[in-house]
T-cell receptor
């Protein structure tokens, strides 16, 4: 199956700092999705991207669909304690069907 | 508009028993995906279904696992003769379309299966 490399694996930041994480693939993707998962819960969709170069915001979150169609980035500005959780990227090939998930970025925000 | 509903939230089975996990997609969604997640790991694709059809089951173990999405009712993931290694969180997601624009997949809260 497809391998999505997500980095960093974990982050420890001070409240108020900005956060950046990214996801790369060896294949061209048609769709990129970003999720946040809290312990014991299902992933919650944060942002969806459909076009190369597309930049989309959702509050303090901004995500971009890479020009090469093989990567995507998620930025969180002015982090707050409730941002704590695991962030996953997910991509769908142009052929459709399943969503491939990244390995996740664990975010810890220190008050 | 209710989200993706999964039940039960927690399921305990003894080795050798059967486990049935249910997933009701969001209203208007006809595409269902099942994923498995082990502790501290990411989500692994199992199967993708549309109403009455299995589209992609490349992630399903060859034995003991099956899935269906009937014309009426929820999607069912069935695990026969469970073993301890089946213990995991099983998540269902649904989407309105299978590909292209607006292919947003929304997840349920999962079923946590424990095999004792």
């Amino acid at each position: 199956g497809q391998q999505l490399n997500q980095s960093p694996q974990s982050m420890f930041i001070q409240e108020g700092e900005d956060v950046s994480m990214n996801c790369t693939s060896s294949s061209i993707f048609n769709t990129w999705l970003w999720y946040k998962q809290d312990p014991g819960e299902g992933p919650v969709l944060l942002i969806a991207l459909y076009k190369a170069g597309e930049l989309t915001s959702n509050g303090r979150l901004t995500a971009q669909f890479g020009i090469t169609r093989k990567d995507s980035f998620l930025n969180i500005s002015a982090s707050i304690p409730s941002d704590v959780g695991i962030y996953f990227c997910a991509g769908q090939l142009w052929t459709g069907n399943q969503f491939y998930f990244g390995t996740g970025t664990s975010l810890t925000v220190i008050p | 508009n209710a989200g993706v509903m999964q039940n039960p939230r927690h399921l305990v089975r003894r080795r050798g028993q059967e486990a049935r996990l249910r997933c009701s997609p969001m209203k208007g969604h006809s595409h269902v995906y099942w994923y498995r997640q082990l502790p501290e790991e990411g989500l692994k694709f199992m199967v993708y279904l549309q109403k009455e059809n299995i589209i992609d089951e490349s992630g399903m173990p060859k034995e003991r696992f099956s899935a269906e999405f009937p014309k009426e009712g929820p999607s069912i993931l069935r695990i026969q003769q469970v073993v301890r290694g089946d213990s995991a969180a099983y998540f269902c997601a649904s989407s309105r379309t299978g590909w292209g624009m607006n292919t947003e997949a929304f997840f349920g809260q999962g079923t946590r299966l424990t095999v004792v």
